[in-house]
């Protein structure tokens, strides 16, 4: 996620009082795996998109609820 700011060994800050929408960046629940990525939402449908362009897109098959699935990331910076 280098191309939005965000490096190794930075620190993600999840907001669940946040519902995603189109354009967040989301840390999201795949196959039992965490991964952060820009959601990209239009006509009811579900993009994970990398920031990095040797990544490739994500399109789950089934989307949990948001609570438990998708979150919104808040940048926190730290002394």
Same mark, same amino acid.
């Given at each position: 996620?280098?191309?939005?700011?965000?490096?190794? &060994?930075?620190?993600?800050?999840?907001?669940?009082?946040?519902?995603?929408? #189109?354009? #967040?960046?989301?840390?999201?629940?795949?196959?039992?795996?965490?991964?952060?990525?820009?959601? #990209?939402?239009?006509?009811?449908?579900?993009?994970?998109?990398?920031? &990095?362009?040797?990544?490739?897109?994500?399109?789950?098959?089934?989307?949990?609820?948001?609570?438990?699935?998708?979150?919104?990331?808040?940048?926190?910076?730290?002394?």
């Amino acid at each position: 996620m280098v191309g939005t700011g965000i490096f190794d &060994n930075d620190i993600l800050v999840v907001d669940r009082a946040i519902k995603p929408r #189109h354009g #967040h960046i989301v840390v999201a629940i795949v196959d039992g795996d965490f991964t952060v990525k820009l959601l #990209h939402q239009r006509a009811g449908r579900i993009k994970l998109k990398a920031a &990095n362009p040797t990544f490739a897109d994500i399109v789950p098959r089934m989307v949990g609820p948001w609570r438990s699935g998708v979150q919104p990331v808040q940048r926190c910076l730290l002394d």
